[in-house]
């Protein structure tokens, strides 16, 4: 059984990867994912904002979208318990790769093109195999259209390409006005893998407070559909590697991921409820059902189900709508039968 897939140009033993969490924030806990032996380890986001100098900025970028960013599982701490320096986070990735030989891919979350390109350069000198950079932007001026937003993305992420020699994947939210439109630009800038997709952490309104409140609630399988669905309608019409990252949770969402088209599935939440042993417990449900279904490889099921080889390629979009729109009944008491 073949299980190995290739994912930014690097061989991976097998397609489970441990995308960016708290797990890596401690060299104990790049240890316990290491020995686990995912695919891949994507380490925690190095935050621009951490390398701001003066405790005015720090102040100004702790406050602003907080809420906003998949990694924040506990938020940013206090002034006082910052860490501003990128020292440790490189040493993480320098001491990763010389207890691991599994490939680690270090994470940038920013915003501004010089900052990243500068952070960049420092992760692919420690040693990262490759790069994934975390963008969020929220667009409040109401004076900024769509296009301006596309722009900057793209012109960031072109600089950051240009200036190091490791591969570079982008992991993007699924608001874009048209989402294929800007993973085919993405890719002709020199993007090697796309990751669908960042899960933004909403903000809650606390009643009796009077407050806005940060909220955590981790992904289910249900969370699996959006990107699940995306990457089956893109893979094979846009020369790139996929990565899944919302949603799995088992060796049958990993599945599902890899029929539609991915490369990868990556999985933080199922680790954080219950270990990094669900990896290799993972691997095993893979096993099971490719043997019991006649694939011998990871790379024969890819795509096989992605919207270019299914029976109906409209099932992945309007259509599917209006059948399950149209596909429930009510018994006498009003319940809806499906």
Not at 42 to 61: A, C, G, I, R
Not at 265 to 292: K, N, V
Not at 293 to 307: A, I, P
């Amino acid at each position: 059984m073949k299980l190995t897939t290739s994912y930014l140009g690097l061989t991976l033993e097998h397609p489970i990867v441990a995308s960016a969490s708290p797990l890596t924030k401690t060299l104990e806990g790049i240890k316990h994912l290491a020995d686990a032996q995912p695919g891949a380890i994507v380490m925690h986001s190095l935050f621009e904002e951490q390398l701001n100098e003066t405790s005015s900025e720090l102040d100004h970028y702790m406050s602003y979208g907080t809420e906003s960013f998949g990694e924040a599982l506990t938020y940013f701490p206090e002034i006082d318990s910052f860490d501003v320096g990128p020292d440790l986070y490189l040493e993480h990735i320098m001491k990763a790769k010389q207890y691991t030989d599994v490939p680690i891919i270090g994470s940038l979350n920013g915003s501004s093109t010089g900052g990243w390109i500068r952070f960049a350069k420092w992760i692919a000198g420690a040693g990262a195999d490759a790069l994934e950079l975390n963008i969020y932007h929220i667009p409040t001026d109401l004076d900024i259209n769509g296009a301006a937003i596309e722009k900057r993305y793209l012109d960031t992420v072109k600089q950051v390409v240009d200036a190091v020699d490791i591969p570079v994947a982008v992991k993007i939210g699924p608001f874009f006005s048209s989402l294929p439109n800007m993973c085919t630009k993405l890719v002709d800038i020199g993007v090697k893998g796309i990751v669908m997709f960042n899960r933004f952490y909403q903000p809650d309104i606390d009643i009796d407070k009077l407050e806005v409140a940060p909220n955590l609630t981790l992904s289910t399988s249900d969370d699996l559909r959006l990107p699940l669905r995306w990457v089956a309608i893109l893979s094979g019409k846009i020369d790139t590697d996929f990565a899944i990252t919302s949603g799995v949770h088992n060796g049958r969402d990993v599945l599902k991921g890899l029929l539609a088209g991915a490369s990868v599935c990556m999985t933080t939440a199922e680790l954080l409820l219950h270990g990094t042993g669900r990896i290799g417990q993972m691997r095993t449900e893979m096993i099971e059902w490719m043997e019991a279904n006649e694939y011998d490889s990871v790379k024969q099921l890819q795509g096989s189900m992605s919207q270019q080889h299914v029976v109906d390629p409209a099932a992945f979009e309007r259509s599917n709508y209006m059948k399950i729109l149209n596909s429930y009944k009510q018994d006498p008491t009003g319940k809806l039968i499906w």
